[in-house]
């Protein structure tokens, strides 16, 4: 999958900007991921390329447009330094897998990177290396393991721990 | 254990003996909010897992990020949200305030945990309670259960001693602050304010302190109550926790305001911090005061004063949004609306205002805004080739009446 290479400090006004975010519209929200940083995302993504980045992807605002955008646009996957905590969370809530790496700053606009998403490992198949992923905390995965918040609350929920 | 009032309070709410940072806990949680941005995302979420609110006093839902609602797409989302207000029968709905200044004024005690779908609900930790803001389906997820999961957050401590020189206020101290620990600084961590310099502090001020501990990545911004909250919060019944002396920091600042100069936040980012005197006679369009950060009567006081029988200068526009209605209200029986409205201010009600990008007050391409908000990220207030400068509302009101940026403190 083709990855889209951003910087630190990608913000939630970079991702949506706030005049475009007063809908829940997801198609449209995928519409305009990125429209004014960098119009050519929402033209040119195709469904399961991969967004890395720096640190602190997604700080900001608490708008869940933002993760909503970049599933909706076909993000398959996010790769960042860190990310911004309100971020986090929305993104594991709505089943946008995250991964946080070291070395995300290896990994370049285009490359090729193939994520198997059973075993988690993350292979940059231009570079021809394997990235070191920081695994989820024990909580955090059995919300993702339940397909998001929704699910886990649905199902038992805090009840289950 | 030695613990900090963020780690004291989280095993409160979770009926723990103690909650260790790193630890996973999940709070009973006093307050969730959301308003017109978040609220209807929130709203599908909450439907998906039940029918019924937790608590119909507990769930508070403002419109104040473009209210009254500027275009049809608004106006849908707020029919949609005012729809779970009445199925729901929920009390606390309101449109007359930004929704952490409501929060502050109606509900948040000292010892509570409160989440608001809005990342600048630490604002409201400055009244000794723990206050994060968290996204859509976290909320929805709180109104159906009344609870939440929080990972225990290391705490950073921030010492701040002295006094601040004439014409230098919370609002620099608090850019100085991030201006220094950067955008990220702070992730996942509790920001706690301490030292005699925020003891000596109003409420509003530590209100400004706190506000902006998200814009240094932090989970949430407090500061212990005491007698100066509890006069604040006038019978309104809280538990007081105190961080022990030997509780465990990841790091301590030492943070003498004396120090401090009026600072500026200069695009496109709000760690981007420098002292006044870099952007100063730099020419402006459009001069803003209100927000969650600094639209308190104590801040329309400071640029009433500045401004009271005089004229804004003719490049400029000048936009009032008090915080809430409480405020406007006060503001107008002490005469300073009129004083504002007459030095040429267009006041407008009380919500976020301009800050957001999604209501009147936008920016042409290339315009430059003055703001006492606390984002200056590109193309959150119109075109993405404003600029949006970020200072005290002294320094606001100053560039105002100069037309171009200027140091307040020749004019205070």
Known sequence: MKVWKFGDDINTDVITPGRYTVTTDKKRLGEIAFIEYRPDFSKNVKEGDIIVAG?????GSSREHSPVAIKAAGISAVIARSFARIFFRNSINIGLPLFISEDAEKIDDGDEVEIDF???????????????????????????????????????????L | MASTITEKILAYASHQKEAIPGDFVVADVS??????????????????????????DRVIIVFDHFFPAPTVAGATLHQKSRKFV????????????VCHQLLVENYVSPGDVVVGAD??????????????GLGSTDIGGVMATGKCWFRVPESLKFNLTGKTKNGVYAKDVILSIVGDVRADGALYKACEFTGDYVKNATVASRLTLCNMAIEMGG????????????????????????????????????????????????????????????????????????????????????????????????????????????????????????DLVAAGAAVCNPTCGPC???????????????????????????????????????????????????DPRDYV
């Open chain 1, 118 to 160: 059973d075993t988690g490992e993350i292979q940059d198949k231009t570079k021809n290396i394997i990235l070191k992923v920081k695994p989820l905390p024990a909580f955090m995965q059995k919300i993702v393991e339940k397909g998001g918040l929704v699910e886990f609350l649905r199902s038992g929920g805090y009840d289950n």
């Open chain 2, 219 to 338: 989970k949430n911004g407090i500061i212990e109550a005491d007698q100066k909250t509890l006069d604040f919060l006038d019978g309104r019944p809280g538990k007081i926790f105190k961080s022990d002396k030997d509780a465990i920091y990841a790091d301590e600042f030492e943070i003498e305001v004396e120090d401090i100069e009026p600072q500026v936040a200069l695009p496109p980012v709000v760690d981007n911090v420098e002292p006044v005197s870099v952007v100063e006679g730099k020419t402006i369009d459009q001069a803003f005061l209100g927000t969650c950060t600094n639209g308190r009567l104590e801040d329309i006081e400071v640029a009433t004063k500045i401004l009271k029988n005089k004229k804004i200068a003719r490049n400029v526009r000048l936009l009032v949004t008090p915080a809430s209605e409480a405020i406007y209200f006060a503001a107008l029986e002490k005469g300073y609306i009129q």
């Open chain 2, 86 to 97: 009445m199925e729901q029968n929920i009390s606390g709905f309101f449109t007359n305030g």
């Open chain 2, 119 to 132: 990342s600048h609900t630490c604002t409201e930790g400055a009244l000794g309670a723990f206050t994060t």
């Open chain 2, 31 to 56: 307050y969730a909010m959301a308003h017109d941005s978040t609220a209807p995302l929130a709203i599908e979420s909450f439907s998906k897992i039940t029918d019924k609110v937790f608590d119909k």
């Open chain 2, 356 to 406: 957001v990008g999604r209501h009147g007050g936008v920016l042409a391409e290339g315009e430059v805004c003055i703001s006492s908000q606390n984002r200056n990220f590109s193309g959150r207030m119109g075109d993405p080739k404003a600029e949006i400068i970020l200072a005290s509302p002294a320094t606001v009101a100053a560039s105002a009446l100069a037309g171009k940026i200027v």
């Open chain 1, 55 to 59: 640190n602190n992807f997604g700080c």
